[in-house]
């Protein structure tokens, strides 16, 4: 069975600094692995998904992740924060053991940007 | 497209009350689900249907909780009787199913506040 972790439910970081997400997976298949934001008040918007092939992706708004089959990772990046990034950032596996490919979502992380 | 359609956006009632939470589909979609998202528990996956039919909703936390999809292109929650725990915000999702990678589209939420 297919599982998401996500290290660090707070992370903070100065408007123009590095932005890194972690996300570590658990899957006996090759995983379809996805990165959703979610702002204030609002629902769940994909930034960016793995499926195969080119192991960096990128998203929207400037974010890119890379799938590490050795580590087991789907780490998602920026290299600038900006203010507006200020969200909660959920990372998810397609879970295809059951055939259902519902999706299997890590307890997500909250950006804090400070000026 | 004017993507996963939402009513109410809010709703408070008092306990007791029966609650309905309503949902429309992009489209299109064949895949529909429902997810609560608190504090405590982060989000989670309450149930889904494809093609009109629940597949799984081993996530309704109880009896109290009912789901349909009469058509495709609506689905209803329904809490009977709804307690102050049953306080959340629940999103709708729909997708195209069949492809494991597709994504899923979420609904603005209905924030359920019950007294």
């Known amino acids: 069975a297919q599982s998401v972790t996500q290290l660090g439910s707070h992370v903070s970081v100065s408007e123009g600094a590095l932005v890194l997400l972690r996300c570590n997976y658990s899957s006996s298949v090759p995983p379809y692995l996805f990165w959703y934001v979610q702002y204030p008040n609002q629902g769940l918007q994909l930034l960016l998904k793995y499926t195969t092939g080119a192991t960096l992706v990128k998203g929207i708004n400037g974010f890119e992740a890379e799938f590490k089959k050795s580590e087991t990772s789907f780490h998602l990046t920026k290299p600038s924060a900006h203010m507006s990034d200020a969200a909660e950032y959920f990372c998810a596996v397609s879970d295809q053991g059951s055939g259902t490919y519902k999706y299997i979502f890590g307890t997500g992380t909250r950006l804090k940007v400070l000026a | ?115």
């Open chain 2, 1 to 115: 497209d004017a993507g996963v359609i939402q009513s109410p956006r809010h709703e408070v009632t008092e306990m007791g009350q029966e609650v309905t939470l309503r949902c429309k589909p992009i489209s299109g979609h064949n895949s529909l689900f429902w997810y609560r998202q608190t504090m405590m528990r982060g989000l989670e996956l309450l149930i889904y249907f494809n093609n009109n039919v629940p597949i799984d909703d081993s996530g309704m936390p109880e009896d109290r909780f009912s789901a349909k999809m009469p058509n495709a292109s609506f689905s209803t929650l329904k809490i009977q009787p709804s307690e102050p725990r049953d306080s959340a915000v629940y999103f709708c999702a729909s997708r195209i199913t069949g492809v494991p990678y597709n994504e899923q589209f979420f609904g603005p939420g209905t924030r359920l506040t019950v007294l």
